[in-house]
Every structure is written in structure tokens, then in C-alpha cells.
């Protein structure tokens, strides 16, 4: 039998239960699944309509960013050092991504964050519609889904009710002219996640996913205890309806007020940030099996530290995320285990804590558990979705060769990523993207940022901080 893909002669690592580093060793894929493991002697025989060259290339499972927000592709350091902004950031995204963009603002920036997640290995992320997702009509979310199919890696859509203050006010564009302002309802935004969620989830050949995505799982100022319970009650439904998780965020006091108020947490959750949380709140995740995402280099872990080594200690599933690009970041997960290494090592002063090992993990393995997709994702296994990244170790900074897992961990980044292949599909050869034109991608991306700022009047906050140079504060 012919196999679609053979990646020949490689060193694996396999994150698979007994974590195996196999050297020499082949990968064959066939109709989106890995169908071999074993020895590159074993595998001479072996036919393939396509055979990717394993020497000097180090193989692992497809990197997973388990917590992320669509539309901060397009909007990366607007209003750095306040410029050109008024408010909050929040306010300031809101009024951007529910009043000032377009479906071709949805979709180019879906197919610009989608080639940076490839470029970066990054083959399955969260997508939560803007910085609290925009439910008043499903076509700004069908553009998202469109951009990211168009780049071939898997999507997470997280679609439900955003933070107060309530109503919310929309706006849609025909062209470069402003529609009149609609106004929904707290209560609308149920009726909207479940419609996405039957919509979106599991379609396009498994590649795109949708969950229910309540901005926050805990208290909000703004919504009352009985509303916020009706959230709950309405996302948890939607949920046990399509047996799907439910994604959130969460901080200081939410996860004991979650817990004392509603029948949300539990492993079918899982929370980003989880930043300034009690002991009791850690102890309250490891008994109910919640998960927690954590941003090592997101806005909220610099107001508050996510306890991860504390909470791992105590059992909870943690993963390492992204938190996406804007307003100062990468899709680069690499980099992100890297810097939260050091976070949690410098916090405890011990250059012992959190192993290197844990670290590649939790943007493996245990993202797959925190999303639900750990029998399908996060390992290379036979049986599993064939979701492989390849990294060319033959560059200064990765010599000499030994201890690869370590070498992946502190000295590669996302830069060496050389091919990509997401549910059996060669996405990226020698890091030439295979699906899309990359300068036509990039073209679109610069035409739609530049609109939504004519749009919203928001051009200033496109210029250099005037605190730049030759300051030590914004």
C-alpha cells in the first residue's frame, strides 16, 4: 500500500504516554492519520506519494494554542503608551471589533493570524471572536472560519456572551458606509452561542470547532447574580447539547465565586488567565478537574501571577497559551513556554521549578486535554490525527546535537519550524506555505487594518508613543 505521507529518518519526539524520543526513526501518514511509527530500517520498504527527508529534522506533535482572540492580528500595539486611545484597551477593542470592522476585516485577519500559526508550527488554536466575542451576526464568524480554512490549520471558534456593561452596541459596514447601530441584549448572546456552536462546530472536515465562550466564568460587575446564573445555566446547556467544552476567562475571586454560584467547573472547562487566585481557589480547581490556561506574557499576568507551579503541584491540568498577538505578542508558543519558565522560576528563585519537560507538555498533550482533544490531538501516535510539525536543526544555535527535547525547549523557536502537515495535509515545505500566496495574504491583511482605523477614527493610535525614546515609563 502507497501512504500519502512518509517523514524518513527522523528524530521523533513522540509525547506519546512514555514520552519516547526515537531516533532514526519514520512517520507514515495516510488519510489524515498517522498509520506508522517505527524505525527508519524498518521502514525502507515503505511507498509514499510523498517522502519529507528526516535528516537533521526534528519531529513533534502539531503545537496547540489553547487560549486565543481573533481580530488581534489586525490591531497588534495600537494605542501602545495610551497614543491615540481614551479609555481602557478593552473599551478601545470593543468599539474596533463590535462598530468597525467588516466580514473582509474578519476574514483577512483570520487568514493572517492562521499563516502565522502555521509559520510558527502552531496547528490548532482558540479563536475567540475579538476581545469579547461579537455575536450579533454570525457572517463576521463565517469570515473568520472561511480566512482560517483558506490557511488549512485547525480553529477553535469561541462564540458567547461578552463582559458587561449591557446592552451592546453593533455596527455593520456596506462597504466604507456606517450601517445604524443595533442594540442586543445580555440575553441575546445565548441564543447567538448556540446557534454558532450548531453552526460551526465539527465542520469543514473536523478542522474547525466551535465552543461556548462566555467572556467571564465568575462575578461581573454590571450583571446581577441571577443573570449570571442564567449565563451559565444557557452556556453549560449548549454545551451537554453538542457535547462540547466550554472555554472562559477567569481571575482573582471568580473561580470561589463560579464555585459557589453555578454548576460550571469541571473538566468540560477550561480557564485562561486564572491570574491572583486563592489557595481555596486552587484547591477548588484540582477537586472539580477545571482546566487553566495561562498567558505567560498577557496583559493580566503583569496586574497578577497565575500560580501554575502551585496549581500543577496540586493537580490541576495547566497550559501554556498565547493569549494571541495584540496587543504585544506572537503566535509563537515556543517563546511563550520559554518566558513562562523563567516567570515561575524567577518567582520561586529555584532554576529547578518547572521542568523543561512539563513546559513542552503543556503546549502538546495537556492544551489537547484542556480542550477536549487529547484522543485525537497533542501526540504522535497511530490512530491519532496526523497534526506533525518539523523543525530543521541544522542552524548554529541548535548544534551540537544532543538532549533534543532540551534543545527544543531552550533554543528553538518558532523560526525553525520547516514543515507543517495538519490532518494529513503538507501545509508548509521547507517553510513555503503550500495553500495560499503569502504576499497576497499580507496585502490584505495592511488594506483591512488600514480601513477599520479610517472606519473608527482611530489612526492616531496607529503612530509611535510620544514616551519612546529616552524614557523608562509610557
Given at each position: 500500500?502507497?501512504?500519502?505521507?512518509?517523514?524518513?529518518?527522523?528524530?521523533?519526539?513522540?509525547?506519546?504516554?512514555?514520552?519516547?524520543?526515537?531516533?532514526?526513526?519514520?512517520?507514515?501518514?495516510?488519510?489524515?492519520?498517522?498509520?506508522?511509527?517505527?524505525?527508519?530500517?524498518?521502514?525502507?520498504?515503505?511507498?509514499?506519494?510523498?517522502?519529507?527527508?528526516?535528516?537533521?529534522?526534528?519531529?513533534?506533535?502539531?503545537?496547540?494554542?489553547?487560549?486565543?482572540?481573533?481580530?488581534?492580528?489586525l490591531t497588534k500595539t495600537l494605542g501602545t503608551?495610551?497614543?491615540?486611545?481614551?479609555?481602557?484597551?478593552?473599551?478601545?477593542?470593543?468599539?474596533?471589533?463590535?462598530?468597525?470592522?467588516?466580514?473582509?476585516?474578519?476574514?483577512?485577519?483570520?487568514?493572517?493570524?492562521?499563516l502565522e500559526r502555521l509559520k510558527f508550527g502552531?496547528?490548532?488554536?482558540?479563536?475567540?471572536?475579538?476581545?469579547?466575542?461579537?455575536?450579533?451576526?454570525?457572517?463576521?464568524?463565517?469570515?473568520?472560519?472561511?480566512?482560517?480554512?483558506?490557511?488549512?490549520?485547525?480553529?477553535?471558534?469561541?462564540?458567547?456572551?461578552?463582559?458587561?456593561?449591557?446592552?451592546?452596541?453593533?455596527?455593520?459596514?456596506?462597504?466604507?458606509?456606517?450601517?445604524?447601530?443595533?442594540?442586543?441584549?445580555?440575553?441575546?448572546?445565548?441564543?447567538?452561542?448556540?446557534?454558532?456552536?450548531?453552526?460551526?462546530?465539527?465542520?469543514?472536515?473536523?478542522l474547525t470547532r466551535c465552543y461556548p465562550t462566555?467572556?467571564?466564568?465568575?462575578?461581573?460587575?454590571?450583571?446581577?447574580?441571577?443573570?449570571?446564573?442564567?449565563?451559565?445555566?444557557?452556556?453549560?446547556?449548549?454545551?451537554?447539547?453538542?457535547?462540547?467544552?466550554?472555554?472562559?476567562?477567569?481571575?482573582?475571586?471568580?473561580?470561589?465565586?463560579?464555585?459557589?454560584?453555578?454548576?460550571?467547573?469541571?473538566?468540560?472547562?477550561?480557564?485562561?488567565?486564572?491570574?491572583?487566585?486563592?489557595?481555596?481557589?486552587?484547591?477548588?480547581?484540582?477537586?472539580?478537574?477545571?482546566?487553566?490556561?495561562?498567558?505567560?506574557?498577557?496583559?493580566?499576568?503583569?496586574?497578577?501571577?497565575?500560580?501554575?507551579?502551585?496549581?500543577?503541584?496540586?493537580?490541576?491540568?495547566?497550559?501554556?497559551?498565547?493569549?494571541?498577538?495584540?496587543?504585544?505578542?506572537?503566535?509563537?508558543?515556543?517563546?511563550?513556554?520559554?518566558?513562562?519558565?523563567?516567570?515561575?522560576?524567577?518567582?520561586?528563585?529555584?532554576?529547578?521549578?518547572?521542568?523543561?519537560?512539563?513546559?513542552?507538555?503543556?503546549?502538546?498533550?495537556?492544551?489537547?486535554?484542556?480542550?477536549?482533544?487529547?484522543?485525537?490531538?497533542?501526540?504522535?501516535?497511530?490512530?491519532?490525527?496526523?497534526?506533525?510539525?518539523?523543525?530543521?536543526?541544522?542552524?548554529?544555535?541548535?548544534?551540537?546535537?544532543?538532549?533534543?527535547?532540551?534543545?527544543?525547549?531552550?533554543?528553538?523557536?518558532?523560526?525553525?519550524?520547516?514543515?507543517?502537515?495538519?490532518?494529513?495535509?503538507?501545509?508548509?515545505?521547507?517553510?513555503?506555505?503550500?495553500?495560499?500566496?503569502?504576499?497576497?495574504?499580507?496585502?490584505?491583511?495592511?488594506?483591512?487594518?488600514?480601513?477599520?482605523?479610517?472606519?473608527?477614527?482611530?489612526?492616531?493610535?496607529?503612530?509611535?508613543?510620544?514616551?519612546?525614546?529616552?524614557?523608562?515609563?509610557?
Open positions: 500500500m502507497e501512504l500519502d505521507i512518509l517523514i524518513h529518518d527522523a528524530t521523533v519526539i513522540t509525547m506519546d504516554e512514555g514520552r519516547r524520543v526515537l531516533y532514526h526513526a519514520s512517520i507514515g501518514i495516510d488519510q489524515g492519520q498517522i498509520c506508522l511509527i517505527c524505525s527508519a530500517n524498518e521502514a525502507k520498504d515503505v511507498t509514499a506519494k510523498k517522502i519529507l527527508d528526516g535528516s537533521g529534522r526534528l519531529v513533534m506533535p502539531g503545537i496547540i494554542d489553547s487560549h486565543a482572540h481573533a481580530g488581534h492580528g503608551g495610551g497614543v491615540g486611545m481614551s479609555g481602557s484597551w478593552d473599551d478601545f477593542m470593543e468599539t474596533i471589533y463590535f462598530r468597525g470592522t467588516t466580514t473582509d476585516f474578519w476574514k483577512a485577519e483570520a487568514q493572517l493570524s492562521g502552531v496547528t490548532t488554536g482558540m479563536s475567540m471572536l475579538g476581545s469579547y466575542p461579537r455575536y450579533d451576526d454570525l457572517s463576521y464568524a463565517q469570515a473568520h472560519v472561511e480566512g482560517m480554512v483558506d490557511i488549512g490549520v485547525r480553529d477553535i471558534l469561541g462564540i458567547g456572551p461578552p463582559n458587561p456593561p449591557f446592552p451592546k452596541r453593533f455596527v455593520d459596514w456596506h462597504g466604507e458606509v456606517r450601517g445604524p447601530e443595533k442594540v442586543l441584549s445580555h440575553a441575546d448572546s445565548f441564543s447567538k452561542t448556540r446557534e454558532a456552536v450548531m453552526r460551526f462546530n465539527d465542520s469543514n472536515s473536523g462566555p467572556s467571564g466564568v465568575g462575578h461581573r460587575e454590571g450583571l446581577s447574580r441571577d443573570e449570571l446564573i442564567q449565563q451559565n445555566v444557557a452556556m453549560k446547556a449548549i454545551a451537554d447539547e453538542f457535547s462540547v467544552p466550554i472555554h472562559g476567562h477567569a481571575y482573582q475571586g471568580d473561580v470561589l465565586y463560579a464555585f459557589n454560584n453555578f454548576d460550571i467547573l469541571g473538566p468540560n472547562l477550561s480557564l485562561a488567565h486564572v491570574t491572583g487566585i486563592s489557595d481555596e481557589e486552587i484547591d477548588i480547581l484540582a477537586d472539580t478537574g477545571t482546566h487553566v490556561l495561562s498567558g505567560p506574557m498577557t496583559n493580566a499576568y503583569i496586574k497578577n501571577r497565575c500560580p501554575v507551579v502551585e496549581l500543577l503541584d496540586s493537580g490541576v491540568n495547566v497550559a501554556f497559551c498565547t493569549d494571541a498577538s495584540a496587543p504585544n505578542r506572537t503566535y509563537d508558543l515556543l517563546e511563550k513556554l520559554r518566558i513562562g519558565l523563567w516567570l515561575h522560576r524567577s518567582h520561586f528563585k529555584d532554576a529547578n521549578v518547572l521542568t523543561a519537560g512539563k513546559a513542552l507538555e503543556m503546549i502538546t498533550i495537556d492544551a489537547a486535554k484542556a480542550l477536549g482533544l487529547d484522543t485525537e490531538l497533542g501526540s504522535l501516535e497511530v490512530g491519532k490525527k496526523a497534526d506533525v510539525v518539523v523543525l530543521n536543526t541544522e542552524k548554529p544555535h541548535l548544534y551540537p546535537l544532543w538532549q533534543e527535547p532540551l534543545r527544543l525547549v531552550y533554543q528553538a523557536s518558532g523560526h525553525d519550524v520547516d514543515a507543517v502537515i495538519v490532518n494529513g495535509r503538507l501545509l508548509m515545505e521547507n517553510r513555503s506555505v503550500t495553500t495560499v500566496d503569502e504576499k497576497t495574504i499580507l496585502a490584505a491583511a495592511q488594506r483591512e487594518a488600514e480601513k477599520m482605523l479610517e472606519r473608527t477614527g482611530f489612526r492616531e493610535s496607529s503612530g509611535m508613543p510620544k514616551r519612546f525614546w529616552k524614557s523608562i515609563r509610557y
